[in-house]
């Protein structure tokens, strides 16, 4: 397999007559951690959300694990799907289910997988994200910052090659942020292929093998994760770091 686990070109987006991506371009590197960075309304959930095919997009290419995607094809697209973990700003967990359950619909319903095996795993990944004592526990008894680390196991559990995490901190109060950005933090050093929407600087600094700059839908600058950090190359990048206090 290639070293690029996504290549995209070309790639446009509309909703209506608004233009939310344009003309894009980019790669994502196998076993890196890329950062999506940009203002609000920039355009980088919109992106993230083709790459597993919860939007669709009007023209250009999109090729992940080498298959050409058509934005039209959902069920061409379930094909590679169950290969690709998101995490979302809403935890999206089933208030009647506990965390046990949750976690394991999608590997014992989905993938058909041997149930000692996957309990042996959920509890393995609960212990890692310090949750090993709540696996009985209903969503409604745990806090935020609980609730998102349950959602990383439960995109985890799924043993996936491409993990997307989509402002995954920014419905968690300030000191619930810490805890969930450290669990990324183990799993970027783990070579997990990552994409990463966030507005968290210093951790995007501390983590981004690659850094995508997205403003008014275009990518502005597509950069190696340190140096763009220390040398933006657009003025516009520098201008959005300096608004920036990390």
Not at 21 to 50: A, C, E, H, M, Q
Not at 194 to 209: R, W, Y
Not at 224 to 232: D, I, S, T
């Given at each position: ?66 298959q050409k995607i058509d934005p039209h094809d959902k069920k061409a697209f379930a ?39 996957v309990l042996d795993q959920v509890r393995q990944l609960l212990a890692e994200v ?117």
């Open positions: 397999m290639t070293d690029e686990i996504i290549q995209v070109r070309h790639l446009n987006k509309k909703f209506g007559d608004k233009v939310v991506l344009k003309d894009i371009n980019l790669t994502i590197p196998k076993n890196k951690v890329t950062v999506v960075l940009g203002p609000s309304g920039s355009g980088k959930s919109t992106l993230i959300r083709t790459f597993n095919g919860l939007e669709s997009f009007d023209s250009g290419d999109l090729e992940i694990f080498g094909v590679i799907k169950h290969e690709i973990g998101m995490v979302f700003q809403s935890y999206d967990l089933f208030p009647n289910r506990t965390v046990m359950q949750n976690i394991t619909l999608g590997p014992l319903k989905v993938q058909k997988r041997d149930e000692t095996e310090g949750l090993q004592k709540f696996e009985n526990y209903y969503p409604q008894q745990l806090s935020g910052g609980q609730k998102q680390r349950v959602a990383i196991v439960r995109a985890l559990i799924l043993n996936p090659k491409l993990m997307l995490f989509d402002e995954v901190t920014a419905s968690l109060d300030p000191e619930m942020v810490r805890g969930v950005l450290e669990i990324l933090k183990q799993l970027a050093e783990q070579d997990l292929t990552m994409v990463v929407v966030t507005h968290e600087m210093n951790f995007a600094k501390q983590v981004a093998d690659k850094v995508i700059f997205l403003d008014s839908g275009e990518i502005v600058e597509e950069q190696n994760g340190k140096k763009f950090f220390q040398e933006p190359q657009t003025k516009r990048a520098r201008d959005f770091l300096d608004s920036m206090s990390f």
